[in-house]
């Protein structure tokens, strides 16, 4: 049979995002080696297919596709960021039963009528060829949800991260003679591994209570501990292959992962802190993730810190440019947390990992943890009437 390419042109600077590109613009495999392989000058058909055949395109589950999506819940909802170690307990219960009603039901434990015995189930609901079919009844395939749950520190990690002078890191480490002018004495060294497993122990403490609220509702999570989990992360992040990996083949399991930001090694002998902003910007990038989420304490981005000018409106739309990642319009003013212990850069680190996804072709919107609006969003039935902000890659 003759393939038949989509019409073009595509928006393609390399290899890499053009195929990013039209993933997420069409699920035709040929279409994609078709329209890849007209642009890609010098790559044969057969690495093209070795190509896709190494990164599946599709995530299925239960034979349906499914659509991921990323969200991060800002520790500025998930817990009361000014008092030590106190989680806001209504966020974390509207967290929880709002995934568990917007997922795929592959992802949480079987009906209570279902019967198991010696690990052999049957499915109660088999029986329901309309339930249970792969397909809508238009025809297309049924495209059902999965989430990749990220979530901050807020009073968990940045109080004992400030303590020990932890920072949050955004580039690689210092190496060779710069870093050995760094190296702190035997006690220095001492004093921040111990911020470090005390700022770690804190915020596992709460992946532990997100995980368990998660479950408690039905829905099968699995707690992912990035540093000294992933081989190689680091606090500034530079392992995306593996946690790309880790978190994927946990997503096929039919497991939701939930991935913290973390206290970590920094180069060999120095510690820093990895924010969760930025396990948004490795995963957000991946081609087979479809629309990423960040719930915070406030509407979205406004004009200027809404917390500091009652005046400051909010920007419904941010466009970034595709390759420096500025933002084109509108103007905004954006300052780290209001929040007095965060260590990790508040808003205006959220903001350069929105532009990065965005500009990878995946769209991003910030909107106000435990809102109606917040639901919308995860349903992806949001329209400008919604108070959030969405950033996105143009022209
Ligand atoms: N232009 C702006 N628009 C909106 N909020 C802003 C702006 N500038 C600064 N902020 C501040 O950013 C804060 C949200 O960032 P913060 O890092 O605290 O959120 P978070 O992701 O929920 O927390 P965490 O980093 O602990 O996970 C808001 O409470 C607000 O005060
Ligand atoms: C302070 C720690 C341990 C992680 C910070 O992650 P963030 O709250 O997502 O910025």
């Known amino acids: 049979m003759p393939i038949q390419c989509p019409p073009g042109p595509w928006p ?63 520790g500025s909802s998930l817990t009361h960021k000014a008092q030590l170690e106190t989680v806001d ?35 109660s609901d088999m029986a329901n060829a309309d339930k249970n079919s792969a397909f809508n009844s238009d025809g297309s395939r049924r495209k059902r949800r999965a989430f990749i749950i990220v979530h901050g520190a807020g009073s968990f990690g940045h109080h004992t991260a400030k303590e020990y002078a932890l920072k949050g890191q955004f580039q690689p480490p210092p190496t060779g003679a710069a870093e050995r002018n760094n190296i702190i004495g035997q006690t220095g060294r001492r004093w921040t591994m111990q911020g470090l497993a005390k700022t770690r122990l804190s915020v596992q403490t709460l992946n532990r209570l997100v995980v368990s609220s998660l479950v408690k509702a039905g829905v099968n999570a699995v707690a992912i501990s990035p540093c000294f989990g992933i081989p190689r992360m680091q606090a500034h992040g530079g392992a995306t292959e593996g946690l790309v990996r880790v978190v994927r083949d946990t997503l096929q399991a039919g497991l939701v992962p939930v991935l913290h930001g973390d206290a970590c090694l920094y180069g060999t002998m120095q510690a820093g802190i990895l924010s969760g902003d ?60 209001s929040h007095e212990h965060d260590v990790t850069g508040g808003l205006k680190t959220k903001l350069a990992s929105a532009a990065t996804i965005a500009a990878s072709g995946t769209n991003v919107t910030i909107v106000k943890c435990g809102t109606i609006g917040a639901e919308r969003v995860l349903l992806a039935e949001h329209d400008d009437t919604v108070n959030a902000t969405t950033v996105y890659s143009g022209p």
């Open 12 to 74: 393609c600077f390399s290899w890499r995002r053009s195929y990013a590109t039209v993933l997420k613009e069409t699920t035709t495999r040929l279409a994609i080696w078709c329209c890849c392989s007209s642009l890609v000058q010098g790559t044969t058909e057969n690495q093209i297919i070795d190509s896709l055949q190494d990164e599946e395109i599709l995530l299925t589950l239960e034979g349906d596709e499914l659509e991921v999506v990323l969200v991060k819940i800002g």
């Open 278 to 337: 930025i396990l948004m910007e490795q995963l957000g990038q991946c081609h087979w993730v479809g629309r990423a989420i960040f719930l915070t304490d406030v509407d979205g981005v406004f004009t200027r810190d809404p917390r500091v000018d009652p005046h400051a409106t909010l920007l419904k739309h941010i466009q970034v440019d595709k390759d420096t990642l500025d933002i084109i319009s509108p103007v905004v003013t954006v300052t780290g947390s």
């Open 89 to 123: 307990s209504d966020a974390l219960q509207w967290f929880s039963n709002t995934i568990k009603e917007t997922i795929h039901e592959g992802f949480k434990a079987p009906p209570l009528d279902n019967q198991c015995e010696d690990s052999v189930c049957v499915d």
